[in-house]
């Protein structure tokens, strides 16, 4: 089982690869936060931006905005951290969510 930590970068290296270059990427690391310490990716475009936290309680956080219809996508959401095929089912669902509003 992967880090927290670890997860972070594998998450954020898969959506530049998926997402691309439309994307504005930035890793987000905090210590001692609400859920213990923090390591997470946010992403933006000119359509949609959200973010992908892994917290070291063993929690992650995610969200998506649509810019374009001013509203949320995925509302802010913390959940389980589950195991590393559960975050790549999520990570997926939320790319194709991402991949819906760009199509629009």
């Known amino acids: 089982m ?4 670890e997860r972070s970068n594998l998450a954020l290296r898969y959506l530049e690869s998926t997402l691309g270059s ?3 990427y930035k890793s987000v690391s905090a210590k001692q936060g609400d859920f213990g310490d923090l390591e997470g990716v946010q992403f933006d475009s000119d359509h949609c931006g959200g973010f ?3 917290w070291s309680s063993g929690s992650i956080q995610y969200h998506l905005y649509d ?7 995925i509302l802010n ?10 975050i790549q089912v999520l ?6 969510k991402v991949n819906d509003i760009e199509a629009q």
């Open 2 to 5: 992967m880090s927290f930590s």
């Open 22 to 24: 439309k994307f504005e």
């Open 52 to 54: 992908l936290y892994f």
């Open 67 to 73: 810019y374009r219809l001013d509203s949320e996508v």
């Open 77 to 86: 959401t913390l959940d389980p951290m589950g195991t590393d095929e559960e």
């Open 91 to 96: 990570v997926n669902s939320l790319i194709q």
